[in-house]
């Protein structure tokens, strides 16, 4: 079973610019999650969501952070424009949605620097 | 999500049991008690869950103790790739659904 695939893995941009993350999850996860992890924290959910449905976006910055999840498959999430402070691993994370008994499974994450 | 305290660093022979325990007096009785682990640079992983009674599975065992206060994470021999941050979690459930909210976790370091 392929795992939780995301790109890309590095990304290094100055202030201001914009960037965009990938992540395709395991097949037939109905749940995908986005996840930020700044260094020596442990991560911090962005976005939930349930096919292409929102259903948890309370700790996402929205006046720069974006995410979609066109047709319940993949997902995007971006940033326009990039602060200092958004350097951190962000992490991708799906499930299969059993209530209450439901494991994530993440991807390697792509490690963002903002200069 | 209950809170959950976990010590913050733990170190561990290698080939012995590491014991890693977790604290969550507030949890209530129908959240379950997760277990993760984050090998460095690496997205964090699953190993074990349970809500009463104790769980193994062939990664380790987690013990719940009778009034769900709290719990221990045990994996039975230590190896170095064990290294990691290991993360006790209560979600919330209800409207929260599986949502997880990360603490510091703790530190194993398994040495030779």
């Known amino acids: 079973e392929a795992g939780v695939a995301q790109s890309p893995r590095y990304k290094i941009i100055e202030k201001r610019q914009s960037v965009a993350f990938w992540c395709n999850p395991i097949s037939g996860h109905a749940t995908l999650y986005w996840y930020q992890q700044i260094l020596g924290q442990g991560p911090k959910l962005l976005i939930q969501f349930q096919n292409n449905g929102v259903v948890d976006d309370s700790q996402l910055p929205k006046d720069r952070f974006s995410a979609e999840r066109l047709k319940g498959v993949d997902s995007t999430l971006k940033i326009q424009p990039a602060k200092l402070e958004d350097s951190a691993v962000y992490l991708c994370?799906?499930?299969?949605?059993?209530?209450?008994?439901?494991?994530?499974?993440f991807g390697p994450g792509t490690r963002l620097l903002v200069l | 999500d209950a809170k959950t305290t976990q010590p913050t660093s733990m170190d561990c022979a290698e080939g012995r049991a590491a014991n890693l325990p977790c604290n969550h007096s507030?949890?209530?009785?129908?959240?379950?008690v997760y277990w993760y682990r984050q090998i460095h640079s690496q997205g964090p992983q699953y190993i074990i869950h349970g809500l009463k009674n104790n769980e193994t599975n062939e990664m380790a065992s987690l013990i719940i103790t009778e009034d769900r206060k709290s719990s221990t994470l045990i994996l039975p021999h230590a190896t170095l790739r064990d290294t990691a941050v290991y993360y006790c979690?209560?979600?919330?459930?209800?409207?929260?659904?599986?949502?997880?909210?990360f603490g510091q976790g703790t530190i194993l370091t398994v040495h030779p």
């Open positions: 507030t949890i209530s009785g129908n959240e379950y």
């Open positions: 979690i209560a979600p919330e459930g209800g409207t929260s659904y599986g949502k997880l909210t």
């Open positions: 994370a799906s499930s299969s949605a059993v209530w209450n008994q439901e494991t994530q499974y």
